[in-house]
């Protein structure tokens, strides 16, 4: 009996898809590695490494370090919080841009993860060129808008605000 062609387009999609965030976490080892010496520094100090399939990252939760929220290096984020899931408002409603509503900083931070996948090594210094953190950067508009749609984890521009 033959395969439903639906479900064998969606097999294979799933396939290409895994394969792709493979090479993807290849690509961005460097910055992974980066995130996993905070993490295991920050492992002294009580962080708490968690793997999340969700985002495709080794969470470390209870960062001891930093003024609070998450920051994402490749395939790992380091969280202050207990849980990533905690609402948080956007980088352009924090700045008076906008009133929005709150989004989850846990798909804030996956949408990071997704843009490590595709610059790797280039990641960090393309978006410290577009404005490190701050409201301008359209990384940070991309995951914000993730965030609170689904859909847009790319910045559909480079330029900023």
Not at 57 to 86: C, E, K, M, Q, S
Not at 121 to 127: C, G, N
Not at 145 to 151: M, N, R
Request: glycine letters at 12%.
């Amino acid at each position: 009996m033959a395969a439903h062609p639906e479900r064998s387009r969606l097999s294979l999609s799933r396939a290409a898809l895994r394969v792709l965030q493979a090479l993807g976490a290849l690509w961005t080892l460097p910055n992974t590695l980066v995130g996993l010496l905070g993490g295991l520094a920050g492992m002294t100090a009580g962080a708490r490494p968690y793997w999340s399939g969700r985002d495709l990252a080794i969470v470390f939760r209870h960062y001891p370090w930093g003024p609070g929220g998450a920051i994402t290096l490749g395939n790992v984020i380091l969280h202050t919080g207990p849980t990533l899931d905690v609402p948080c408002r956007t980088y352009a409603h924090q700045a008076g841009w906008c009133s929005e509503p709150v989004i989850g900083l846990h798909d804030h931070e996956r949408a990071h993860v997704y843009q490590y996948l595709v610059l790797g090594p280039l990641y960090l210094p393309v978006y410290l060129a577009c404005g490190g953190v701050s409201a301008r950067n359209p990384f940070e508009r991309a995951a914000d808008i993730y965030s609170l749609t689904g859909k847009g984890w790319w910045p559909t521009t480079l330029s900023g605000r």
